[in-house]
């Protein structure tokens, strides 16, 4: 590249991950366009410290929850664990072996059919927040799966208007779609960026630009499709 590309990031990600791109002419600035916080009320803790002495299986797919509830226990839980892959996995395995984690898919969809697959279990603990997607409760109930869905933390939209053009757009969550769009537009030339298929198709509602999806669900992986984007392509 022979001058500088000019990227938005909608949450925060690791000084690596910018470095990397600063080293191939990709300049990222970040701004949070969500705000999330663990529910620390007395019921909610009590629950998550119960669950710690039992042997269930709970699921994850945020790494939000990920923090939210390991931050409550002073000991590794006897559970077993079905995640979503990347960031979540990465969270859960800072807490507990791999081991613990039976199985883990790139989105909600593909972990609701693997857990579909065990046929001898039919009950779950599900750690999410207060805007957690339909996708994983609603194929697991059409099964009759039973899912206790406890709410460990919550997310709250901080949207804030851009007033400079972005080659690129970053995004990593149907709820930081929904916050950016509430009070921007964008170029037409504007070229975004997805973690996953699930905020392609929050990005989707909005816009008919061009989307790049991550192959893997991963901040690290959805910088490395900056890097291989051509900007100056005519």
């Given at each position: 590249?022979?001058?500088?590309?000019?990227?938005?990031?909608?949450?925060?990600?690791?000084?690596?991950?910018?470095?990397?791109?600063?080293?191939?002419?990709?300049?990222?600035?970040?701004?949070?366009?969500?705000?999330?916080?663990?529910?620390?009320?007395?019921?909610?803790?009590?629950?998550?410290?119960?669950?710690?002495?039992?042997?269930?299986?709970?699921?994850?797919?945020?790494?939000?929850?990920?923090?939210?509830?390991?931050?409550?226990?002073?000991?590794?839980?006897?559970?077993?664990?079905?995640?979503?892959?990347?960031?979540?996995?990465?969270?859960?395995?800072?807490?507990?072996?791999?081991?613990?984690?039976?199985?883990?898919?790139?989105?909600?969809?593909?972990?609701?059919?693997?857990?579909?697959?065990?046929?001898?279990?039919?009950?779950?603990?599900?750690?999410?927040?207060?805007?957690?997607?339909?996708?994983?409760?609603?194929?697991?109930?059409?099964?009759?799966?039973?899912?206790?869905?406890?709410?460990?933390?919550?997310?709250?939209?901080?949207?804030?208007?851009?007033?400079?053009?972005?080659?690129?757009?970053?995004?990593?969550?149907?709820?930081?779609?929904?916050?950016?769009?509430?009070?921007?537009?964008?170029?037409?030339?504007?070229?975004?960026?997805?973690?996953?298929?699930?905020?392609?198709?929050?990005?989707?509602?909005?816009?008919?630009?061009?989307?790049?999806?991550?192959?893997?669900?991963?901040?690290?992986?959805?910088?490395?499709?900056?890097r291989a984007f051509d900007f100056h392509s005519d």
């Amino acid at each position: 590249m022979n001058k500088f590309v000019k990227i938005l990031s909608t949450k925060t990600i690791p000084a690596d991950l910018l470095q990397q791109a600063k080293s191939a002419n990709i300049i990222i600035d970040t701004i949070s366009f969500i705000e999330t916080k663990p529910i620390a009320d007395f019921s909610t803790i009590a629950k998550i410290k119960q669950f710690s002495g039992e042997k269930i299986i709970a699921i994850f797919t945020s790494v939000n929850s990920v923090d939210a509830v390991f931050s409550q226990l002073n000991t590794k839980p006897d559970w077993k664990i079905f995640c979503t892959s990347g960031a979540t996995k990465n969270a859960l395995l800072n807490y507990v072996s791999e081991g613990i984690i039976v199985g883990a898919e790139h989105n909600a969809s593909g972990l609701a059919d693997k857990i579909l697959l065990d046929k001898e279990i039919n009950s779950y603990i599900f750690f999410c927040g207060n805007q957690r997607l339909n996708t994983l409760p609603d194929k697991l109930l059409k099964h009759n799966i039973h899912l206790e869905e406890v709410i460990v933390y919550e997310t709250i939209s901080s949207p804030e208007t851009i007033n400079e053009f972005y080659n690129g757009i970053l995004f990593f969550s149907p709820s930081a779609v929904e916050s950016f769009f509430s009070v921007n537009k964008i170029d037409t030339q504007t070229v975004l960026f997805s973690v996953g298929k699930t905020t392609t198709k929050a990005i989707r509602r909005f816009t008919n630009n061009t989307i790049i999806t991550a192959v893997f669900p991963s901040a690290e992986s959805v910088v490395k499709e900056t890097r291989a984007f051509d900007f100056h392509s005519d």
